[in-house]
């Protein structure tokens, strides 16, 4: 997936009603946060924030242009009216480059089991994992493929992959998926 940007302006009114014209231009209004706790406000645009916030998961880096100074972020959380369906504000954290951040993901599987189609039941055990990485190495999903796992057998932490940069910090004899047999 190539990488998502979107386009900000540095704003100086704050307040509610500075909030509201902001809303009616079509602009977002956003701060922007970083390692070491400082803040800066800025303002997005409506429909381009849509459209990456929308199809992004909370590990996906984004491009974030600030006044044409660009930096790697993560949309921490968006403000969302639900009657309007219309995003009020967002929140972006850019992460120190050389520093790994602690992440819980969930785990999807692909694939039917072997077991399975020979009759047995997939039982899900743990449905995330802890894993410590530089921003720009944390994956975007955690997807395993479980269709050679047969009757019996079971997929642990330890069996999985991640890449390199990658430290899955949830113990490595954890049980994922086992495949039971029929009762």
Known sequence: MDQMVINAKTRVTVGKKAAKTLRTTGRIPAVVYNSKGEAVMVDVDEVEFNKVWRSITKTTLVTLNVDG???????????YNIRTDKVLHADFFEPAADKKLKVKMKVQYSGTPAGVLKGGYMLKHVPEVIIKAVAKNIPQRIVIDVSKINIGERLCVKDVNL?????????AE??????SPAR
């Open 69 to 79: 100074k660009s930096s790697d972020v993560f949309i921490k959380d968006a403000e």
């Open 163 to 171: 890449g390199d940069g990658v430290e899955v910090l949830t113990p």
């Open 174 to 179: 954890t049980c994922l998926v086992s495949i």
